[in-house]
């Protein structure tokens, strides 16, 4: 692909995928499974984080204990996935992969969502073509995604960090981008706050348009 030429590495849900309304649905049906209160959009953008039990510490004042976590992971993932089939992509999202690609650049898609549901998901959206490669995780669901992108960066023959961009929609993915050399740019339409997102350090975006437009700002 070249050491030169500019890539981008997409997060999928929350970032492509429009899901946040899915994520508060399934989160609060969740809860109401084990006794915990709803939640509102703006109170789970201002705490979730990565890896998830932490986004639970914050609620519940103390870490779940593996059995409750294995609980809480479950139910979230049965109504998520029973919702996600209604979500689309984000506005554009579609037109600016098809763009970027016209203008030579390669792009990629990492994601924390499980391989085997993401990979059809892409191609039901009909916008796999622009993708050089799809990884969605294939270990533990806690984690974040640093040693997800290690892996992805790796299967990315000849691609220079310095040549990469990472856009996501969380702070994990300015840590996964700095890991491996990387930037990243984050986008304000999913699971944080803006000043969640400023904290992680990287520049904060309204809109996938400007999330590229900075992209390849930063590699000029």
Same mark, same amino acid.
């Not at 639970?56 to 059995?67: H, V």
């Not at 390669?106 to 990979?119: D, I, M, N, Y």
């Given at each position: $692909? *070249?050491?030169?030429?500019?890539?981008?590495?997409?997060?999928?849900? *929350?970032?492509?995928?429009?899901?946040?309304?899915?994520?508060?649905?399934?989160?609060?049906?969740? #809860?109401? @499974?084990? !006794?915990?209160?709803?939640?509102?959009? @703006?109170?789970?953008?201002?705490?979730?984080? /990565?890896? /998830? &039990?932490?986004?639970?510490?914050?609620?519940?004042?103390? =870490? &779940? %204990?593996?059995? @409750?976590?294995?609980? $809480?992971?479950?139910? #979230?993932?049965?109504?998520?996935?029973?919702?996600?089939?209604?979500? !689309?992509?984000?506005?554009?999202?579609?037109?600016?992969?098809?763009?970027?690609?016209?203008?030579?650049?390669?792009?990629?898609?990492?994601?924390?969502? &499980?391989?085997?549901?993401? /990979?059809?998901?892409?191609?039901?959206?009909?916008? @796999?073509?622009? #993708?050089?490669?799809?990884? *969605?995780?294939?270990?533990? %669901?806690? %984690?974040?995604?640093?040693?997800?992108? /290690?892996?992805?960066?790796?299967?990315?023959?000849?691609?220079?960090?310095?040549?990469?961009?990472?856009?996501?929609?969380?702070?994990?993915?300015?840590?996964?981008?700095?890991? +491996? *050399?990387?930037?990243? +740019?984050?986008?304000?339409?999913?699971?944080? %706050?803006?000043?969640?997102?400023?904290?992680?350090?990287? &520049?904060?975006?309204?809109?996938?348009?400007?999330?590229?437009?900075?992209?390849?700002?930063? =590699?000029?």
């Amino acid at each position: $692909m *070249g050491k030169h030429r500019t890539h981008l590495v997409w997060d999928w849900n *929350g970032t492509l995928l429009d899901d946040i309304g899915a994520v508060i649905e399934a989160t609060n049906a969740a #809860f109401e @499974e084990i !006794g915990l209160p709803p939640i509102t959009l @703006e109170r789970y953008r201002e705490l979730y984080c /990565v890896p /998830v &039990p932490l986004f639970y510490e914050r609620l519940l004042g103390r =870490l &779940p %204990s593996e059995d @409750e976590w294995a609980v $809480m992971d479950g139910a #979230f993932h049965r109504h998520y996935w029973a919702r996600a089939d209604a979500c !689309g992509l984000t506005a554009g999202a579609a037109e600016l992969l098809a763009a970027a690609s016209e203008l030579g650049r390669t792009q990629s898609l990492l994601s924390l969502a &499980p391989h085997e549901r993401l /990979v059809p998901l892409v191609r039901r959206y009909g916008i @796999e073509e622009w #993708f050089v490669r799809v990884d *969605g995780r294939t270990g533990h %669901s806690a %984690s974040g995604k640093a040693e997800h992108m /290690v892996r992805h960066l790796e299967a990315l023959d000849g691609v220079a960090p310095e040549r990469i961009v990472v856009i996501g929609d969380a702070a994990d993915d300015a840590v996964a981008a700095a890991h +491996v *050399g990387a930037r990243a +740019v984050l986008y304000t339409g999913g699971s944080h %706050s803006r000043a969640s997102l400023r904290a992680a350090g990287a &520049p904060v975006v309204d809109t996938l348009a400007e999330a590229v437009a900075v992209a390849e700002d930063m =590699l000029a």
